[in-house]
């Protein structure tokens, strides 16, 4: 019994000690990482969007939309409507794609960024990341969607060589989006 | 034994992952570039010199019993701290090593080196094993890093931003996958081996390889 209360307590000891040392490191670590995980989304927005003065993600704006919350990331320089941004997500081969589109005052696609495509086959399914894939989005209508399906299903984008799979996926969520957008661009815009 | 022929040994004779057969599961997945491999041996080595520090200033007062668990806590905390640093101050690097980074408490390197080491060795000793070893493991990833990535990708980043196109290289796809882990990792293996016998042969001595196989493995050598 004692010799038990003796491991519980060495036990303990260790724990706490270890608690207090993670408490700490945490408490020092979370305004940096906060930072860097802003600083990131600044990153990945500045390049699907023209250039802007103000504070993104704190003009950023919630949209409810068919059970699904769209965060729309509205871009000013001087105070004027310079385009629109917003995160995107479909199912690929492998797993959940996360892009990145922005659009401009004028309807069209400025750029398309992948932000997560991991589980896509490498080589192959990750080709959707390069540009020679995403060119193909920009100075897209986004209120005329006619063209947003691969060349398989009647659209205008060549799907990646042996990864439609991927593609239909990007295509998929990139429309997905622009609904979206069409549907709230007036609010969108003229919020301050 | 001697702080510097503790050192020298986690750099050739045992090195992790060529010699001492631990530690592979990172390795294999780690080492599809240069930069991910030296990132990786960094993180591993800090948690693997201060877990032996740790264990060895301890070692008097954990008792035989409940020696493993207090074992996996020691590392476990010093883990967590190198995972939340490199989240703050090194980003995009942790978001590269991604699941590994946690992953590095149940490398075998760090449980077998404070089981097969620093709870028999003085702080100083185990200091020199914990470096020793987490820089061999380190040299092992980066060789078998630049190997696959050459080969596979056409470059060689050793950090950003330094990183090169290797010219004249068409790249083998393969090489970053799976398979050409292990035929690389295979290759290296053979290659140490017949360093050591012509090594050895030079100094008239003979050369056998070591076994591969579970019975001849670091920690139950020493451990109970």
């Avoid at chain 2, 931003?161 to 790249?171: D, Q």
Wanted: one cysteine or more; a positive charge.
């Amino acid at each position: 019994m004692k010799e038990t209360l003796r491991l519980v307590g060495v036990l303990l000891l260790f724990c706490l000690a270890s608690g207090l040392l993670l408490a700490w490191t945490n408490a020092v670590t979370r305004a940096p990482i906060e930072q860097a995980l802003a600083a990131e989304k600044l990153q990945g927005l500045g390049r699907v969007l023209p250039r802007f003065d103000n504070d993104l993600l704190a003009d950023a704006q919630s949209v409810t939309d068919g059970g699904r919350e769209w965060v729309f990331y509205v871009g000013r320089e001087k105070g004027a409507f310079i385009g629109a941004a917003f995160e995107a997500e479909a199912s690929g081969y492998g797993g959940p794609i996360r892009l990145l589109v922005g659009v401009l005052p004028d309807g069209t696609l400025h750029a398309v960024q992948v932000l997560a495509a991991d589980k896509e086959t490498p080589g192959l399914g990750s080709k959707i990341k390069e540009a020679a894939f995403l060119g193909q989005f920009k100075g897209r209508s986004a209120l005329e969607r006619g063209w947003a399906a691969v060349r398989k299903d009647g659209g205008a984008i060549e799907a990646v060589t042996g990864a439609t799979i991927s593609s239909r996926a990007v295509v998929t969520a990139v429309k997905s989006g622009l609904e979206v957008y069409a549907r709230h661009a007036a609010e969108l815009r003229g919020a301050p | 034994m001697s702080f510097y022929k503790q050192f020298v040994k986690g750099l050739w004779e045992e090195i992790p992952v060529f010699r001492v057969v631990l530690g592979m599961c990172p390795t294999l997945a780690v080492t599809t570039s240069v930069e991910n491999g030296l990132g990786m041996g960094i993180a591993a080595t800090f948690v693997l010199v201060c877990s032996n520090v740790a264990v060895a200033a301890l070692r008097r007062v954990i008792p035989g019993k409940v020696r493993i668990p207090c074992f996996i806590v020691i590392a476990a905390t010093f883990v967590t701290m190198v995972d939340l640093m490199m989240n703050a101050f090194a980003h995009s690097l942790h978001q590269a090593l991604g699941i590994f980074i946690p992953l590095i408490v149940v490398n075998c390197i760090i449980l077998g080196r404070a089981e097969a080491f620093a709870a028999r060795h003085t702080v100083w000793l185990s200091l020199a094993d914990g470096l020793g070893m987490g820089l061999g493991f380190t040299a092992a990833l980066v060789a078998l890093a630049a190997v696959r990535e050459v080969l596979g990708n056409g470059t060689l980043t050793v950090w950003q931003p330094w990183g090169w196109k290797v010219g004249g290289v068409s790249p083998a796809l393969v090489m970053i996958l799976a398979p050409g882990g292990f035929i690389a990792l295979g290759c290296i293996l053979a290659g140490m081996n017949r360093i050591q016998a012509a090594l050895a042969a030079r100094r008239g001595r003979g050369y056998t390889a070591p076994d591969f196989d579970c019975r001849h493995c670091i920690i139950c050598k020493w451990g109970a």
